[in-house]
């Protein structure tokens, strides 16, 4: 038979295994902030005081582009690693294709800045415009579709596209 000793829990031993805990949560919580600041500025958009300001003056031009009633529908058809067509399809609110139209799209990356182009859609068929293109890498891309009109600010159509 064993005659083994229960250990008895003290204050002391309590003592040390709580500051124990908080002592590994504080120096992981250094660790974070380290690696935090270390890896981003902090810069969540360029000029975004002005960008605040200019908030309304977004909002009523957005307002102006839905009174137009347009309708688009827009996409991007993969068909290699980092290639595919990008398309937009543009009709008026009575469902009549828009022809004829300038159509430059613009994409660029939702993270970090340097990767981007910019392309000219071309009028495929009635309404349709599109254009091959060559993505710098894979992943998420925000495309947005600048059709020009005469005499006035251009129709804007922002979406996301994924590319695999």
Not at 88 to 108: C, P
Not at 133 to 143: K, Y
């Amino acid at each position: 038979m064993s005659t083994a000793v229960p250990r008895v829990w003290t204050g002391r031993t309590f003592l040390f295994w709580l500051l124990s805990f908080f002592a590994v949560i504080f120096a992981a919580n250094i660790v974070f902030v380290w690696f935090a600041t270390d890896s981003w500025s902090g810069l969540a958009a360029e000029e975004s005081y002005r960008r605040g300001l200019d908030y309304n003056r977004i909002l009523d031009r957005a307002a102006r582009q839905n009174a137009l009633g347009w309708y688009t529908e827009v996409g991007f058809e993969q068909s290699d690693a980092n290639t595919g067509r990008l398309f937009l399809i543009l009709r008026d609110r009575d469902g009549v294709a828009m022809e004829n139209r300038d159509v430059v799209a613009t994409l660029s990356r939702p993270v970090g800045a340097g990767e981007g182009l910019a392309v000219d859609l071309l009028m495929t068929k009635p309404g349709h415009y599109a254009a091959r293109v060559e993505l710098p890498s894979a992943g998420q891309w925000d495309a947005r579709f600048e059709v020009k009109l005469p005499d006035t600010e251009p129709y804007l159509v922002e979406v996301r596209i994924w590319s695999k």
